[in-house]
C-alpha cells in the first residue's frame, strides 16, 4: 500500500487523540500499521532528506484539524481531541477531509487566507475554494524546487554539450577542485588531461597532500550515446596497466546497464558519473551556478515558548 495523503490521515489521527495526549513520534508507527505500510514506505523521505514522508503529513493532517478547533495542543509538541472533535467521532464519520473542516468557520476563514497566500492572482479567491491539493504545502514546495532543479539539470546538460571539449576538461577541473580534489586549480590542471595514456584522460590528488591518486576519463557525449562497457573495460584495462586503484568515469551522456553492472565486481574502486549525477554535483558545489534567489523557511520554535 501507498504512503496515505495527509487528508487520508486526519481520521485515523483524530481517533489517536480521542485516547488521550500524544505526540506525533508517538503514533507513526501505530498508523503505519493500521495501513500496512512496509519498512520502505515508513522509512521514505522528503527529497530534501530531512524529514520521513509519513511523519510530515501527520504532521499536516494534525495542523489543519487544529485549525478546525478538532485537535488542541496543551502541551510543547503534544495533541489532543477537543470536545468539537470527539463529538465528530461520536457521528462516526467515514472520513475526515478538507471538505469535513469547511464546516467550521474559523477554518473557512483559515483557508481562504491560506489559498489567496499561495494563488493571489486568482479572480474569485475570496468567494471559492480550490479543490485541496493531495500533497502537503511542504511537499507541494518540494516538487516545485525538484521541478526547477531538472530544468536546471537538462539545461546545464545543453550548454556543456555546445561548448568545447577544452571547456569541458576545464569544467571538470573546477567542479573535483570544488569538491576538495586536486589542491588547487594549477595543480590539477597541470594534472588532468594530459597524461596521454589510452583510456585515461587524466590524474589528480585525491586529497591536498597528493597521498593517493584518482584517475579520471571524461566523454562529452550527446545525451542519446550511451556509455558501454567496452568503453569502461578500456578505462579498466588503463588502470590495471597504470597500478591504479581508483577511477572515475564522467560523462554529459548515461552508462548502459552492462557498464554499471561490471564496475561493480572489481577490484578497483570504479565510481562512474552520468550526465545527471554530474549536474547535480555542479549545483551541489556552485559550478556553473549561481543563486538567483534564497527562500527561507522557519519553524515554531518550541523551546522560545518553553516555560519549564
Do not use: C
Not at 475570496?126 to 504545502?137: N, S, V, W
Not at 516538487?143 to 554539450?161: D, G, H, K, T, W
Not at 552520468?274 to 547535480?280: F, I, P, R, T
Amino acid at each position: 500500500m501507498t504512503i496515505p495523503d495527509y487528508q487520508s490521515l486526519m481520521l485515523p489521527v483524530l481517533r489517536v487523540a480521542a485516547n488521550g495526549e500524544k505526540r506525533v513520534v508517538d503514533v507513526v508507527d501505530r498508523i503505519a500499521d493500521e495501513f500496512e505500510l512496509i519498512p520502505e514506505e515508513r522509512e521514505e523521505l522528503l527529497p530534501s532528506g530531512r524529514q520521513r514522508v509519513l511523519h510530515n503529513r501527520i504532521h499536516w493532517a494534525k495542523f489543519y484539524m487544529s485549525k478546525a478547533g478538532l485537535i488542541t495542543s496543551p502541551g510543547r509538541g503534544r495533541f489532543i481531541a477537543t470536545d468539537v472533535g470527539r463529538q465528530l467521532l461520536a457521528t462516526n464519520p467515514e472520513q475526515i477531509d478538507v471538505k469535513t473542516l469547511m464546516r467550521n468557520p474559523a477554518f473557512r476563514e483559515f483557508y481562504k487566507a491560506d489559498r489567496m497566500g499561495s494563488d493571489p492572482v486568482s479572480p474569485d479567491a475570496t468567494t471559492t475554494h480550490a479543490e485541496p491539493a493531495a500533497a502537503t504545502p511542504e511537499e507541494q514546495i518540494e516538487a516545485a524546487f525538484q521541478s526547477v532543479q531538472s530544468a536546471l539539470r537538462n539545461e546545464l546538460l545543453e550548454r556543456i554539450v555546445q561548448n568545447s571539449p577544452a571547456f569541458f576538461e576545464q569544467l571538470i577541473v573546477d567542479l573535483l577542485v570544488a569538491m576538495g580534489y586536486g589542491g588547487s586549480h594549477k595543480n590539477a590542471a597541470a594534472q588532468l588531461g594530459r597524461s596521454g595514456d589510452g583510456g585515461v584522460d587524466g590524474v589528480i590528488s585525491e586529497d591536498r597532500l597528493g597521498l593517493d591518486r584518482v584517475y579520471v576519463q571524461a566523454k562529452r557525449y550527446a545525451e542519446a550515446n550511451t556509455v558501454g562497457r567496452p568503453d569502461v573495460q578500456a578505462f579498466v584495462g588503463s588502470l590495471v596497466g597504470l597500478g591504479a586503484t581508483k577511477g572515475v568515469f564522467v560523462t554529459t551522456s548515461t552508462f548502459s546497464p552492462q557498464a554499471r553492472d561490471f564496475v561493480k565486481h572489481l577490484s578497483q574502486r570504479i565510481i562512474l558519473i552520468d550526465g545527471k549525477h554530474l549536474a547535480d554535483l555542479m549545483i551541489e558545489h556552485g559550478v556553473g551556478v549561481r543563486v538567483s534567489r534564497a527562500i527561507e523557511f522557519k519553524r515554531l520554535d518550541e523551546d522560545f515558548f518553553s516555560e519549564e
